[in-house]
């Protein structure tokens, strides 16, 4: 982008200063998975047998993810929020203790079995698990979470997801971070002779689109449940490894179902379920993130991707805010002469953030070592509760143009459960802070209430491409917030609102912010780079500490 000149004849987008918003996501302990409208949740326990080099041990493998409840004829079907969770018995834990194990590293494969009126293709699920204390006694827990292959369909009928053969890499190390000898070791499972006719995760009913193909006889809706029919036999669209024949993953969608723009190429017409391959208009290449189609577009929408990190200063560690969707209408652009003589370019502008038709974050998942040696993992969303203002201040100097940006936006912190070691803490539905997060305001009497306060300053030198933050061009964003106490937590008449208070409650939690270009999603042509070919951001940001 080029810089904005003091002579001010920039173009009409360039005018209007495009601005977005950023976010934060802070309290990795804590998880608030809201589930959007239209989604099921899948949550499995499964007896499985495992094969060490010890010996065959039983174990027990719990499947979790967010699927639709239904589809519609070549639509991408995207699970979400997927985690493999494996307990190893105790006899596994005394092998690793033999070994000088102090912690565990591990990888999971699970299998999964993709079916539809007799057709079926195999995809797998992969999964990082986050170091894992060895324990002196009881069960080892190791649970692993990925992105997964989307999926697409040119039949209708209920498109059935199985649980299958898991596939664990354990890289055990001592208590200094050394490996152990060995170093790695593979454990193979199988579902458990106890497992057969339990392997069924979901049904998600696919109904015809404007030219679908239904198989005679199959229902167009069902129930988005399990089903507790046998997995149809693979077929030789699957590979020996268990890799599905198709060639790649979807890497984005369009639309806020996630459905691409125009219907699913099908590579073999009439062969149902398969891994979707291509990608949304205008998006090859680009690296994967949510849904942010601006539904009604005016000329003055902007959208774009932020992520970035947040510190939680109690547990001393970072967490990995989720590439997010923020979409802005801009205010009018004002002249403001100063007394001072200097001239000011004022833009404030309205937004929100868009999650599968909410004003939230996707939801996420992070691992942190509480009380410095309990894995505790969470997932978490934030819920907008008021307006995102954004309000830009340009300097026009010749010939710098300098930007200061800040973002305001009232954001809750809601839990839905947290597993400390493997195990679930049954915090009930209704956990969230009392008062949203809170940031050291400038104006207070202007924007009064706990809000986050997020800056961005940068320079346009007049010819050359801008630096530091400048709002259509995005860049850092920076700030500091406390996270208030919590209210709600608990069930059964345990109140656990104390406890996550005292663990994550306090001030002082840096937030570092990246913005992407924006798209002008209004404008007749966009400019080129910046918007896919159905008006979702084109760059999605890196992260960075």
């Known amino acids: 982008m080029r810089g904005q000149r003091a002579a001010l004849r920039p173009s009409r987008a360039q005018t209007r200063g495009a601005a977005i918003a950023a976010l934060v996501a802070l309290a990795p302990l804590l998880p608030a998975a809201a589930v959007a409208l239209g989604s099921h949740e899948v949550d499995t326990r499964l007896p499985y047998l495992c094969t060490l080099p010890s010996g065959p041990q039983s174990a027990t493998v719990r499947i979790r993810a967010t699927v639709p409840d239904r589809a519609t004829v070549g639509e991408t079907i995207e699970p979400a929020d ?3 969770t494996l307990e190893l018995p105790a006899a596994v834990a005394a092998e690793l203790t033999a070994l000088g194990a102090a912690t565990v590293r591990a990888e999971t494969t699970l299998a999964v079995g993709v079916g539809q009126n007799g057709a079926r293709t195999d995809v797998t699920w992969l999964g990082t698990a986050q170091p894992a204390a060895v324990p002196a ?9 990925g992105d997964v292959p989307a999926l697409t369909t040119d039949t209708a ?15 055990p190390s001592k208590a200094d971070g050394t490996p152990t000898g060995p170093a790695s070791l593979s454990v193979s499972c199988v579902p458990g002779p106890d497992a057969e006719g339990r392997t069924a995760l979901a049904a998600i009913p696919v109904t015809p689109g404007s030219a679908a193909t239904t198989a005679p006889g199959t229902p167009s809706t069902s129930p988005a449940a399990p089903s507790s029919s046998p997995p149809s036999s693979p077929s030789s669209s699957a590979t020996p490894s268990g890799r599905p024949s198709a060639p790649a993953v979807r890497e984005t969608t369009g639309g806020t179902t996630g459905a691409p723009t125009g219907p699913a190429s099908v590579t073999n017409p009439g062969k149902g379920p398969r891994v979707a391959t291509e990608n949304a208009p205008g998006t090859a290449g680009r690296p994967k993130a949510p849904p942010c189609v601006t ?9 774009a991707y932020i992520t970035g990190y947040s510190n939680v200063r109690k547990l001393d560690g970072a967490s990995l805010i989720p590439v997010s969707c923020v979409q802005l209408e801009q205010g009018e652009p004002v002249i403001d002469f100063r007394p001072d003589g200097t001239l000011h370019l004022l833009q404030k502008s309205e937004g929100s953030l868009r999650y599968q038709g909410r004003k939230q974050t996707p939801p996420f ?13 969470a997932t978490l969303v934030l819920e907008q509760a008021g307006p995102l203002v954004v309000e830009s201040d340009v300097l026009l100097v010749f010939p710098d143009n300098i930007a200061e940006t800040y973002i305001r936006v009232p954001l809750v912190l809601r839990v839905l459960d947290v597993e400390v070691n493997g195990t679930r803490l049954d915090v009930g539905p209704d956990c969230r802070t009392v008062t949203p997060l809170r940031s050291p305001e400038p104006q207070p009497s202007k924007y009064p209430g706990d809000h986050l306060v997020l800056l961005g300053k940068g320079q346009l ?14 860049g850092p964003l920076t700030g500091e917030v406390t996270v208030p106490a919590f209210k709600g937590c608990g069930t059964g008449g345990e109140n656990l609102d104390r406890l996550l208070t005292a663990s994550i409650s306090g001030p002082g939690n840096h937030i570092r912010q990246i913005q992407g270009q924006t798209c002008a999603v209004g404008v007749e042509v966009p400019t080129e780079g910046q918007c896919t070919a159905d008006r979702q951001p084109y760059v999605v940001p890196k992260p960075e500490r």
Do not use: M
Request: charged share 10%.
């Open 82 to 84: 997927v985690s493999t």
């Open 137 to 145: 006694e009881g069960p080892l827990t190791l649970t692993g979470t």
């Open 295 to 303: 539904e009604k577009p005016t000329s003055t929408s902007l959208s």
């Open 461 to 474: 030198l007049n010819g050359t491409d801008a630096t530091g933050y400048v709002l259509t061009s995005g």
């Open 365 to 377: 998942r992070s691992t942190f070592l509480t009380f410095g040696f309990a894995p505790t993992t």
């Open 157 to 171: 009928g209920d498109l059935t997801l199985t649980a299958g053969s898991l596939a664990v890499g354990l890289a």
